[in-house]
């Protein structure tokens, strides 16, 4: 009896999806395969990033940290906040206390006084996480404290993204998809997950950021630089990670050879013959 | 229950004598996991993966209740308290990780737990219950993960909850109403986010109760084992301490190993990167896709596109990818074989590979966008996991001609069983 | 153990060890420590964290405050009181006998060496932990001219040591260091 009821069952499914099919057939047949002007025109492969943080190894490049916040200072952090980073943690890019200190003073954090309980604009403490930046435009320019985690490919999607603006579409993509031809007062951007991107160009000059440890301020050293400034703020824990996990696999893998010659030595008599 | 010749607790310490008479807890664990639980000798290393999602289960426990003490189950400090635990607390990026990765463990492992359970017939009577009461402890986990993921409360956690709790709204008559009951609203929000973390809380320790359950009904036939051939006699077995202590412990270290290089080196390879977006009720990110263990049960839900007599598309999507789960609960009443192992099953066997394939197949369209030609290949896929569950089964079961089986465990493994052989003459 | 001698002739040691034993032992003996190693986060994460350890010392200006007058600061989410003391405060504060004191202290031990006048102490209740009153303009100050806390009636006076009431102790005098106008407190 279960067996009938179950085959009547599947064979139910079967015709509804059978139905389905047919149904969806007939439509890509008439459709076509789903093709959008991202699809045709976007760029799939990312541009390689390698930074010191990569690998199992990996740690961050502390030099190059300090470039890429002097490059969110003077540049991003005009639209974009870091709110989940604290001015204290800082000191992982080899600032010390007192240079900390000085940075988080030059910003206004509006806090509550604790002894009054009032709302007040007072200079930052290390202790303060960045404050929240008030954009003036249209749109929401998102917070960059998570964004190499928060995109697929990471470092390497900011850095292509920084760097690949171009300054016409191809004739092709506008004859094809009209829609996706570049709004006015946008960029188009084929890293871009659909093409057109309303963030102005950020770096687009050579020696547009100071850098005080006399790296030329290339447009592409800068875009790296603050793709790696960016992985540090998503992933301040990745030098502990990495180190700990090394850590974790040496004495795993001990562990493990020393149970395995163990599991053999308890089998010893019993595999037989 | 155990076999005759099981040893007996015996306690020689005057203290444990004492124990065993007043509360013989050690005892309990002597003939759960120790000398006392005889165990068939030929067990393969698939029968290690209930023990490692023993452990999953203890990880998760401990990781959890952990971070629940650094996490906020409010929608304005939740995303927040997440980033707390990474940058803040002490080890809280360990934690974490090793929280979001353990579930991904924990389902690694008991996919190859259950599809171990599908080879070898392990459903079969006289284990049953333990079969359903392993598809109960899956249903439950598949309710424990989805809402620990709500609880950072990302853009995939919002709309998993959105999409999720739209399932029961596919329910005549009483789905709408359903929906706002489960979520204490019209959408996600505070109420949805603080029922969902009591909840998870709670329901972990509901699994361990079942898995203890599990275990017990376990202990009344004994395990089953590669040949599907019942222990006949006392060179059948070994006794589970030291032998199965020692290869299970071993095999916890390559586990771990495993899982290391996940939570240290790839913490979020498992993971979707809009979850590390706040949640935006506003927008919804452009691919929503689960976590990679409900991918095929989301091809399944999505390959209905087209009302069907009295049923709408949505209903009966929902309907199915329930059903796909549903269905193991008969499993042990549609293959009336008698045969339990593949192993000696010739035609069984090759349509058991086709299932591994074709559910590795809806695992990937489940991740892949619902578009086209995903979409006309989750239909054949999900209409090949019915019938092999609803139709094949019951029918190969019915048709098929199995190999010869070997007469005892003991000959399986020696090749010649003179106790059996002598058992069998007396 | 059902080997014969010589199939798989035993290393004995000098304790009569059998080599095998010794991997079974070390195996078990090296999961173990793993054991513990894991131990540590889970105990660590109870340790205030990094958030809460950066507001252990606290900042504040002192160069406003005149003699007599007292504020209230915040010092690891709690209240500290920063007084300036008068001469006549310094000078009846140290006319008590320090012998006929509950918890005998000088006000020159509960100061700075050079910055006798700045008695900082914290707003917490050695008794039961309220806030006792005498910072602010106009508030009790108790019978001793100091800090009165209301929930008990514990009076402590101008070097803020216990005078009268339930409390055991005179107000704890935090860690702190004193440089121009800036005090620094933890």
Same mark, same amino acid.
């Given at each position: 009896?279960?067996?009938?009821?179950?085959?009547?069952?599947?064979?139910?499914?079967?015709?509804?999806?059978?139905?389905?099919?047919?149904?969806?057939?007939?439509?890509?047949?008439?459709?076509?395969?789903?093709?959008?002007?991202?699809?045709?025109?976007?760029?799939?492969?990312?541009?390689?990033?390698?930074?010191?943080?990569?690998?199992?190894?990996?740690?961050?490049?502390?030099?190059?940290?300090?470039?890429?916040?002097?490059?969110?200072?003077?540049?991003?952090?005009?639209?974009?906040?870091?709110?989940?980073?604290?001015?204290?943690?800082?000191?992982?890019?080899?600032?010390?206390?007192?240079?900390?200190?000085?940075?988080?003073?030059?910003?206004?954090?509006?806090?509550?006084?604790?002894?009054?309980?009032?709302?007040?604009?007072?200079?930052?403490?290390?202790?303060?996480?960045?404050?929240?930046?008030?954009?003036?435009?249209?749109?929401?320019?998102?917070?960059?404290?998570?964004?190499?985690?928060?995109?697929?490919?990471?470092?390497?999607?900011? +850095?292509?993204?920084?760097?690949?603006?171009?300054?016409?579409?191809?004739?092709?993509?506008?004859?094809?998809?009209?829609?996706?031809?570049?709004?006015?007062?946008?960029?188009?951007?084929?890293?871009?997950?659909?093409?057109?991107?309303?963030?102005?160009?950020?770096?687009?000059?050579?020696?547009?950021?100071?850098?005080?440890?006399?790296?030329?301020?290339?447009?592409?050293?800068?875009?790296?630089?603050?793709?790696?400034?960016? =992985?540090?703020?998503?992933?301040?824990?990745?030098?502990?990670?990495?180190?700990?996990?090394?850590?974790?696999?040496?004495?795993?893998?001990?562990?493990?050879?020393?149970?395995?010659?163990?599991?053999?030595?308890?089998?010893?008599?019993?595999?037989?013959? | 229950?155990?076999?005759?010749?099981?040893?007996?607790?015996?306690?020689?310490?005057?203290?444990?004598?004492?124990?065993?008479?007043?509360?013989?807890?050690?005892?309990?664990?002597?003939?759960?996991?120790?000398?006392?639980?005889?165990?068939?000798?030929?067990?393969?290393?698939?029968?290690?993966?209930?023990?490692?999602?023993?452990? @999953?289960?203890?990880?998760?426990?401990?990781?959890? =209740?952990?971070?629940?003490?650094?996490?906020?189950?409010?929608?304005?400090?939740?995303?927040?308290?997440?980033?707390?635990?990474?940058?803040?607390?002490?080890?809280?990026?360990?934690?974490?990780?090793?929280?979001?990765?353990? *579930?991904?463990?924990?389902? *690694?492992?008991?996919?190859?737990?259950?599809?171990?359970?599908?080879?070898?017939?392990?459903?079969?009577?006289?284990?049953?219950?333990?079969?359903?009461?392993?598809?109960?402890?899956?249903?439950?986990?598949?309710?424990?993960?989805?809402?620990?993921?709500?609880?950072?409360?990302?853009?995939?956690?919002?709309?998993?909850?959105?999409?999720?709790?739209?399932?029961?709204?596919?329910?005549?008559?009483?789905?709408?109403?359903?929906?706002?009951?489960?979520?204490?609203?019209?959408?996600?929000?505070?109420?949805?986010?603080?029922?969902?973390?009591?909840?998870?809380?709670?329901?972990?320790?509901?699994?361990?109760?079942?898995?203890?359950?599990?275990?017990?009904?376990?202990?009344?036939?004994?395990?089953?084992?590669?040949?599907?051939?019942?222990?006949?006699?006392?060179?059948?077995?070994?006794?589970?301490?030291?032998?199965?202590?020692?290869?299970?412990?071993?095999?916890?270290?390559?586990?771990?190993?495993?899982?290391?290089?996940?939570?240290?080196?790839?913490?979020?390879?498992?993971?979707?990167?809009?979850?590390?977006?706040?949640?935006?009720?506003?927008?919804?990110?452009?691919?929503?896709?689960?976590?990679?263990?409900?991918?095929?049960?989301?091809?399944?839900?999505?390959?209905?596109?087209?009302?069907?007599?009295?049923?709408?598309?949505?209903?009966?999507?929902?309907?199915?990818?329930? %059903?796909?789960?549903?269905?193991?609960?008969?499993?042990?009443?549609?293959?009336? #074989?008698?045969?339990?192992?593949?192993?000696?099953?010739?035609?069984?066997?090759?349509?058991?590979?086709?299932?591994?394939?074709? =559910?590795?197949?809806?695992?990937?369209?489940?991740?892949?966008?619902?578009?086209?030609?995903?979409?006309?290949?989750?239909?054949? %896929?999900?209409?090949? +996991?019915?019938?092999?569950?609803?139709?094949?089964?019951?029918?190969?079961?019915?048709?098929?001609?199995?190999?010869?089986?070997?007469?005892?465990?003991?000959?399986?493994?020696?090749?010649?069983?003179?106790?059996?052989?002598?058992?069998?003459?007396? | 153990? $059902?080997?014969?001698?010589?199939?798989? %002739?035993?290393?004995?040691?000098?304790?009569?060890?059998?080599?095998?034993?010794?991997?079974?032992?070390?195996?078990?003996? *090296? $999961?173990?420590?793993?054991?513990?190693?894991? =131990?540590?986060?889970?105990?660590?994460?109870?340790?205030?964290?990094?958030?809460?350890?950066?507001?252990? #010392?606290?900042?504040?200006?002192?160069? $406003?405050?005149?003699?007599?007058?007292?504020?209230?600061?915040?010092?690891?989410?709690?209240?500290?009181?920063?007084?300036?003391?008068?001469?006549?405060?310094?000078?009846?504060?140290?006319?008590?006998?320090?012998?006929?004191?509950?918890?005998?202290?000088?006000?020159?031990?509960?100061?700075?060496?050079?910055?006798?006048?700045?008695?900082?102490?914290?707003?917490?209740?050695?008794?039961?932990?309220?806030?006792?009153?005498?910072?602010?303009?106009?508030?009790?100050?108790?019978?001793?001219?100091?800090?009165?806390?209301? @929930?008990?009636?514990?009076?402590?006076?101008?070097? %803020?040591?216990?005078?009268?009431?339930?409390?055991?102790?005179?107000?704890?005098?935090?860690?702190?260091?004193?440089?121009?106008?800036?005090?620094?407190?933890?």
């Amino acid at each position: 009896m279960i067996r009938i009821i179950s085959i009547l069952t599947g064979l139910f499914f079967t015709v509804a999806l059978l139905w389905s099919l047919a149904l969806d057939s007939i439509q890509l047949s008439k459709d076509g395969l789903p093709h959008t002007a991202a699809h045709a025109f976007g760029e799939h492969k990312l541009k390689p990033l390698k930074l010191a943080s990569d690998g199992a190894f990996g740690k961050f490049d502390k030099a190059q940290l300090q470039r890429g916040f002097a490059v969110y200072q003077n540049v991003c952090s005009a639209c974009h906040s870091i709110k989940q980073v604290s001015y204290r943690s800082l000191t992982a890019l080899g600032y010390n206390e007192v240079e900390v200190k000085a940075i988080a003073a030059a910003a206004t954090i509006n806090a509550k006084d604790p002894l009054t309980g009032e709302m007040k604009d007072r200079p930052g403490l290390p202790a303060d996480k960045f404050p929240p930046v008030l954009y003036a435009g249209t749109g929401t320019p998102p917070d960059l404290s998570l964004i190499t985690k928060a995109r697929h490919g990471g470092a390497a999607y900011v +850095y292509s993204l920084l760097t690949g603006y171009k300054d016409s579409q191809p004739a092709k993509l506008v004859e094809h998809f009209p829609d996706a031809k570049t709004p006015e007062g946008m960029f188009y951007n084929p890293y871009f997950a659909n093409l057109n991107i309303a963030m102005t160009p950020p770096l687009t000059a050579d020696g547009q950021v100071t850098y005080s440890d006399g790296t030329p301020a290339t447009v592409d050293q800068m875009a790296k630089d603050v793709s790696a400034f960016l =992985v540090w703020t998503a992933e301040p824990e990745l030098e502990k990670r990495h180190q700990t996990g090394v850590w974790w696999l040496g004495f795993l893998l001990f562990v493990t050879v020393l149970a395995y010659m163990s599991y053999r030595n308890v089998w010893a008599e019993k595999k037989g013959h | 229950m155990s076999f005759p010749w099981a040893k007996e607790y015996k306690p020689s310490h005057p203290f444990m004598v004492w124990m065993d008479e007043k509360l013989p807890l050690p005892r309990l664990v002597y003939n759960a996991v120790g000398g006392g639980y005889e165990v068939p000798r030929n067990i393969n290393y698939l029968w290690n993966f209930g023990f490692l999602a023993g452990l @999953c289960l203890v990880i998760q426990i401990v990781t959890g =209740v952990v971070l629940a003490m650094h996490f906020g189950g409010d929608t304005r400090v939740a995303f927040d308290s997440t980033e707390h635990i990474m940058r803040d607390v002490n080890w809280g990026w360990m934690l974490r990780y090793g929280h979001a990765n353990g *579930a991904a463990a924990f389902f *690694a492992v008991i996919y190859m737990h259950i599809f171990r359970g599908f080879y070898y017939g392990s459903y079969k009577a006289p284990r049953e219950m333990i079969w359903l009461l392993g598809v109960v402890i899956f249903l439950l986990m598949m309710a424990t993960a989805f809402m620990g993921y709500v609880l950072p409360w990302g853009q995939m956690s919002y709309w998993a909850a959105q999409v999720i709790t739209g399932l029961f709204s596919a329910i005549p008559l009483i789905g709408d109403p359903l929906k706002e009951w489960l979520l204490g609203g019209f959408a996600p929000d505070n109420a949805t986010l603080n029922r969902f973390f009591s909840l998870h809380f709670l329901l972990p320790f509901v699994i361990l109760g079942v898995v203890i359950l599990h275990v017990w009904s376990l202990h009344i036939p004994g395990s089953s084992n590669p040949t599907g051939v019942e222990v006949k006699t006392e060179s059948d077995t070994v006794p589970f301490y030291p032998y199965f202590v020692a290869k299970d412990g071993w095999t916890i270290g390559v586990f771990m190993i495993v899982y290391g290089m996940f939570v240290f080196f790839m913490p979020n390879a498992l993971g979707h990167p809009d979850n590390y977006i706040p949640a935006n009720p506003m927008q919804t990110p452009a691919h929503i896709v689960p976590e990679w263990y409900f991918w095929p049960f989301y091809a399944i839900l999505r390959s209905f596109t087209q009302n069907f007599l009295i049923f709408d598309a949505k209903l009966l999507g929902v309907m199915a990818m329930f %059903a796909a789960i549903l269905v193991w609960f008969f499993l042990p009443w549609l293959d009336k #074989s008698p045969v339990r192992s593949a192993t000696y099953r010739p035609l069984y066997r090759k349509f058991f590979w086709v299932l591994v394939i074709d =559910v590795l197949i809806l695992g990937y369209l489940g991740g892949a966008p619902a578009e086209q030609p995903y979409v006309l290949i989750s239909q054949l %896929a999900t209409m090949y +996991y019915f019938l092999h569950f609803l139709v094949i089964v019951p029918i190969v079961s019915s048709i098929e001609r199995p190999d010869p089986l070997p007469f005892s465990i003991t000959e399986a493994v020696l090749g010649h069983d003179r106790a059996a052989a002598s058992d069998a003459q007396g | 153990m $059902a080997n014969e001698a010589g199939t798989d %002739a035993p290393a004995v040691d000098g304790e009569g060890v059998r080599r095998r034993d010794f991997i079974n032992i070390a195996a078990v003996s *090296a $999961a173990g420590v793993g054991g513990v190693a894991v =131990v540590v986060p889970l105990v660590a994460q109870m340790w205030p964290s990094a958030d809460v350890l950066a507001e252990s #010392s606290t900042e504040v200006d002192i160069g $406003a405050i005149q003699p007599g007058q007292a504020i209230k600061a915040v010092f690891r989410k709690q209240p500290v009181f920063i007084r300036n003391l008068k001469p006549e405060e310094i000078e009846a504060a140290n006319k008590v006998d320090v012998a006929t004191l509950r918890d005998p202290q000088t006000l020159a031990e509960r100061t700075k060496e050079g910055h006798e006048n700045w008695l900082i102490t914290m707003g917490v209740c050695t008794h039961l932990g309220c806030v006792p009153l005498g910072t602010g303009e106009g508030e009790s100050k108790g019978e001793f001219g100091g800090y009165f806390c209301p @929930c008990h009636g514990s009076h402590y006076d101008t070097a %803020a040591r216990i005078r009268k009431g339930p409390a055991p102790k005179n107000l704890h005098v935090p860690d702190y260091e004193i440089n121009g106008t800036v005090v620094k407190i933890g």
